[in-house]
């Protein structure tokens, strides 16, 4: 028999690859082939697959372009290879970090909706008399020519009243009547700015009378007086001179022009919000919603299910094919016109819906799709391009997949190999893993315990290979979520949530109950409503009901809300059964940070300690440096070229902007004169180039950083580093960061947590860890509820409840729930089969 080598014809020849902790590694990888990249979370596989391949690839691209340009991407640093040989060219689809804004749809990122524009515009049906067609542009809220002047293409109006503005009228000025005012020294100024005017800012607000409250609240008059602020024992207290606001200027001027995320979501609260009256909130111009198409206007397809879409344009098709002999030329013109672009539309549909994504709709806000979901869009770009021979980094394409899903996605990778590409891609999914034609495993740990080539060759291989972790949970039947743990008795809960008239997205008036005190995994298919459930519903819902007792890793820390956020809070849920619950903690794939300087050590706050250490030093002391001169945030100790971010972007023109190394301090962030205190012999760039686990062994002696770090090295993040920038941690690192810093807290057994998909970009080592942490949670007292697809966290849940039985539309419903074998047994279920699949590998194991 030929060896697996001699079976291939043409390879990528990778030789001395160390970028990051990849230590000189030699690999052949088939071309033409499928070939996935494993290793357990930050073992180096995307090193090699995307920091170098896709990097060298990305390189040689650049120097074939115009020598002005690549003047512009000089500093682009090339990876650290000694060379490849046989290297095509390469497309990367990696996971997007960025955040959408509210004007991003699922038309524009698959471009569907310019074919769409440009429909109606070559072939819609124009009211009588028209004698010039509407440009495509005229069709899109996203330009001048087409979006509603009123609304300027949201669709909806923001305005304010007495009431959204003043919630209790029983209050005083004095006592915080006027809700919408900012808090702190701002709200006390405009109070007692009142108080000068001669307004009565202790007498309850409804009291007032109706020339002074509507005053209070909607002048424009911004009047400057003589302020003599109360005496406080503790202050020194002067006259100033302030200025006047009134809440409605205050949050129609702070709405419109904050870049705030936060504060933006925040005077949200107190405006009402509604469709715009002139385009009843389908965002056109009247002269654009009057073109038709068949008796339909571009927002009504827009808002149609792809699936109904697919219908209604193949119900065309066949429509103009019989009448087309009956039509003068002008009419056979258009009609032409109209077939291609209902063909190109109905090809691309296809794809989407090939995908499992036929519940979408062209105008659904990007900002509301699972990260599945989105990844899943971005390949049907791919399938389209009609590339060949190049090859094709996919960065972990089953992350947020139902297991059913995965099927799909299997056949659309095919499709792309056997157009003649090959498929590089970096995956922790077994079944995935089992279908691929090559594996390149990297290990055998994470960080600098990792970075070797285990294993390069056809699967079944792998299994002789006793240092590979992957192989336990390919071939050994290997149980994630069970590995490492004591085998559990689902737990008892202790009582029930009840919650009913769940009325948001595809959920419609349902009813559901929750058992709390236990772990519970919320599952189906993408698309069937358990984000909305969980991460929608429940948690507005609760957050409504504990007030300030809700705590937001994501709110607390970072302004990460997309535009829209405040848009999309539908209808709360009626919920019985809470009374033990005293604090909800939510934990997202948010980003913890949008730009280079958000990074490890600054979110879980261990840096501060480590800046406090470093200012306690005898060379800090000697030259009077403080804390802060060991901020990269402030003036002082950090670098004046890239204010101590270590990374300066550059504007490729047509390219995406990227970030570089920083010419002058080489990305450590720091001056000089800072760098020349060390601690221990480490500089503060050093410590942050450190990795959770190397940094754990550092520390010893200091117990508030060694415990912000055992919590990172709980949850499978040994090998991040402390300064590894918040915009190259996938969504799943970022959760995990963020329950990270949640463990450091004390727990009280009153908590409950609410998780998206934790386990997304982990491999199934790493997924046993994180349960580890979970089940911990639940043994101190508190209720976890998880949405999740991974069957090997479903099946050591306490109680799951699944949703379905399909994705859109025809999900939305409760299909089971019960203790996952129960589940395992309920025909009507998609994720059934799977658990019981499990289950039973579970007993052979």
Not at 118 to 127: E, H, I, Q
Not at 589 to 615: E, H
Not at 689 to 710: C, G, I, Q, Y
Not at 793 to 811: E, H, N, Q, R, Y
Request: aromatic residues 6%; glycine residues 8%.
């Amino acid at each position: 028999m030929d060896s697996p080598t001699k079976q291939m014809k043409t390879f990528v020849e990778v030789r001395g690859a160390h970028q990051n902790n990849l230590g000189d590694v030699n690999v052949d990888i088939p071309r033409d082939a499928f070939v996935v990249f494993t290793g357990v979370s930050g073992s180096g596989k995307s090193s090699l697959a995307f920091g170098t391949i896709y990097a060298e690839a990305q390189r040689r691209y650049f120097e074939t372009i115009a020598p002005y340009a690549r003047r512009l991407i000089a500093q682009l640093p090339a990876p650290h290879v000694g060379e490849i040989r046989g290297l095509p060219p390469a497309v990367a689809l990696q996971q997007r970090r960025g955040e959408p804004t509210s004007r991003s749809s699922v038309g524009t990122l698959t471009t569907l909706s310019n074919s769409l524009r440009m429909l109606f515009s070559r072939a819609g049906d124009y009211p009588e008399g028209t004698t010039e067609f509407l440009d495509s542009d005229a069709f899109s809220a996203n330009t001048q020519a087409g979006a509603c002047p009123t609304c300027h293409g949201i669709g909806v109006v923001h305005s304010v009243s007495e009431s959204s503005l003043v919630p209790d009228d029983s209050l005083s000025i004095k006592e915080g009547a006027v809700a919408a005012w900012p808090g702190a020294w701002q709200g006390k100024n405009y109070r007692d700015i009142l108080a000068v005017l001669g307004y009565d800012v202790n007498k309850p607000w409804k009291k007032l009378s109706a020339k002074d409250r509507e005053w209070i609240l909607f002048t424009k008059e911004k009047p400057v007086v003589t302020v003599h602020a109360e005496r406080e024992a503790h202050r020194i207290q002067r006259p100033y001179q302030g200025t006047y606001m009134s809440a409605a200027v205050y949050v129609m001027h702070t709405f419109a022009t904050t870049d705030s995320a936060t504060l933006r979501k925040r005077v949200a609260r107190f405006m009402d919000t509604a469709n715009c009256l002139d385009c009843k909130g389908k965002r056109l111009k009247p002269e654009s919603l009057a073109v038709k198409f068949h008796g339909y206007d571009i927002a009504e397809l827009a808002q149609m299910p792809l699936a109904e879409l697919r219908k209604v344009l193949g119900a065309v098709v066949e429509k103009s094919t019989t009448s087309r002999s009956k039509a003068s030329t002008k009419q056979c013109s258009r009609s032409e016109a109209a077939t291609l672009i209902v063909d190109d539309l109905i090809d691309r549909i296809d794809l989407v819906n090939q995908l499992g994504l036929d519940y979408l709709s062209m105008d659904r806000a990007i900002s509301t799709l699972s990260a599945g979901e989105l990844q899943r869009l971005r390949l049907t770009t791919l399938l389209r391009s009609g590339l060949l021979g190049v090859i094709y980094v996919l960065d972990e394409p089953s992350a947020g997949l139902h297991p059913a899903d995965t099927e799909s996605l299997l056949n659309v990778l095919m499709q792309l190999k056997d157009a003649g590409n090959s498929l590089f891609v970096v995956d922790h999914e077994m079944d995935l893993v089992r279908k691929a034609d090559w594996i390149v495993d990297i290990g055998p740990g994470a960080g600098d315990a990792g970075g070797s080539l285990i294993y390069s060759g056809l699967v079944p291989g792998l299994a002789k290979v006793e240092d590979s972790i992957t192989r336990r949970y390919l071939f050994d039947g290997a149980n994630s979520a069970s590995n490492g743990n004591k085998i559990r008795k689902p737990r008892v809960p202790s009582t029930w949530m009840k919650m009913r008239n769940i009325n948001r997205h595809n959920l419609n008036d349902l009813s559901v109950e929750i058992p709390l005190g236990v772990l519970t995994v919320v599952t189906g298919v993408s698309g069937s409503g358990k984000s909305t459930l969980v991460s929608g519903v429940l948690a507005d819902t609760l957050n409504e009901r504990l007030g300030m007792n809700v705590e937001n890793e994501a709110d607390e820390r970072e302004e990460e809300e997309s535009e829209d956020a405040e848009q999309d809070n539908g209808q709360l849920a009626s919920v019985e059964g809470i009374e033990s619950i005293r604090r909800l903690v939510c934990v997202n794939q948010k980003p913890i940070g949008r730009t280079p300087r958000s990074n490890l050590a600054t979110y879980t706050g261990l840096f501060d300690f480590i800046r406090k250490r470093y200012a306690t030093t005898p060379e800090a002391k000697a030259r009077g440096y403080t804390a802060g001169r060991f901020s990269f945030n402030v003036s002082g100790g950090r670098c004046t070229t890239c204010e101590g971010e270590g990374f300066v972007s550059i504007e490729l023109l047509f390219l995406p902007s990227v970030y570089a190394p920083c010419s002058t301090c080489h990305g450590a962030r720091y001056n000089e004169e800072t760098l020349q205190v060390t601690y221990r012999d480490k500089t503060i760039a050093q410590v942050l180039d450190m990795t959770v686990d190397s940094a754990s062994e550092f520390f010893t002696d200091l117990p508030a950083v060694t415990r912000s770090l055992s919590a990172l090295r709980d949850v499978g993040l040994g090998y991040l580093r402390l300064g590894q920038p918040a915009t190259e941690l996938s969504g799943g690192e970022a959760q995990r960061v963020k329950l990270a810093t949640e463990l450091q807290r004390e727990q009280h057994g009153t908590t409950c947590y609410l998780l998206d998909e934790p386990t997304t970009g982990l491999h199934p080592d790493d997924v046993a860890k994180l349960m580890k942490q979970l089940h911990a949670l639940v043994d101190a007292g508190n209720t976890v509820i998880v949405v999740e697809h991974d069957m090997d966290v479903v099946t050591s849940a306490d109680w799951v409840i699944d949703l379905g039985p399909g994705a859109g539309k025809d999900g939305g419903n409760v299909v089971a729930v019960g203790l996952p074998k129960d589940v395992a047994k309920v025909s009507g279920s998609r994720t059934a089969e799977y658990i019981a699949r499990r289950l039973n590998s579970n007993r052979r194991s």
